[in-house]
């Protein structure tokens, strides 16, 4: 991220000059609080730009099997480090339980033998990731609205919350465990897919198994892993710092359209 000049970073550096470029987006946010309005007032307008532009329901590029990267890094966490995920694991996600609630109509847990019986959908499309890398994989899942569709929206919805199994760092509010957050037009995408294989194979446990996220016109930080919880939520006031998001309360674009 400290290398990667991302849409923020830049706009950071417009507002306040030069100089201002030796923080990090994060500490600019906790010192100076008209700083991160700006932002916010800037990824908004991303946000609408792009989906005027391109319409909310274009595709991202996809590719052909040739195509599929000979090796495919692991982004984010390599491995959830808790006792309840390596029980998990080691009965082969058998006992693991997809958990929907919130602003629903009907709270329902789904194992993965469930979501495999849904609608599938297969994209082979590249990963873009913040630190700058990408690579192109096969990804095979169930599309989110058909999942959102079975457990029924209530009007106030606005937002899908993936609860997951990683944690990383404990600050903020003393929780490290990973969440990302999308709104209900790009839950509605056809691309948007909770997969469950990659090249054709179930997921590894490096690149999120049981399920993570494919959001495919948004960077990689945004594709969710080890996903053990579904919320729909009209706010995120009550989660983190009211961000969004793991990496969104430390700075990180809530809309990292590419």
Request: charged share 25%.
């Amino acid at each position: 991220m400290s290398h990667f000049l991302t849409r923020r970073r830049f706009l950071i550096g417009g507002t306040l000059g030069a100089s201002a470029l030796t923080l990090s987006g994060c500490d600019m946010l906790d010192q100076n609080a008209d700083v991160a309005t700006v932002l916010r007032s800037a990824e908004r307008l991303t946000m609408k730009a792009q989906r005027l532009l391109q319409g909310r329901d274009a595709l991202a590029r996809e590719f052909g099997e040739t195509d599929i990267s000979p090796s495919f890094r692991v982004n984010g966490t390599s491995a959830p480090d808790s006792d309840e995920y390596a029980e998990l694991a080691d009965g082969q996600f058998a006992s693991w339980r997809l958990k929907i609630d919130g602003l629903v109509n009907r709270p329902m847990a789904f194992s993965l033998a469930d979501l495999k019986l849904m609608t599938a959908r297969t994209q082979i499309t590249r990963h873009d990731c913040v630190e700058g890398w990408s690579a192109i994989g096969k990804w095979t899942g169930v599309p989110l609205w058909v999942v959102l569709g079975s457990v029924g929206l209530k009007p106030t919805a606005r937002y899908v919350v993936f609860h997951c199994a990683d944690e990383l760092e404990k600050t903020l509010d003393g929780s490290g465990r990973y969440y990302e957050s999308i709104d209900l037009v790009d839950a509605h995408h056809p691309q948007t897919i909770l997969a469950y294989q990659m090249n054709g194979q179930d997921l590894s446990i490096g690149h999120g198994a049981p399920l993570r996220l494919r959001v495919e016109r948004q960077l990689g930080y945004k594709h969710a892993k080890y996903i053990m919880r579904i919320e729909i939520v009209d706010s995120f006031s009550s989660m983190g710092a009211g961000n969004g998001g793991y990496w969104e309360d430390r700075g990180y674009e809530w809309y990292a359209g590419i």
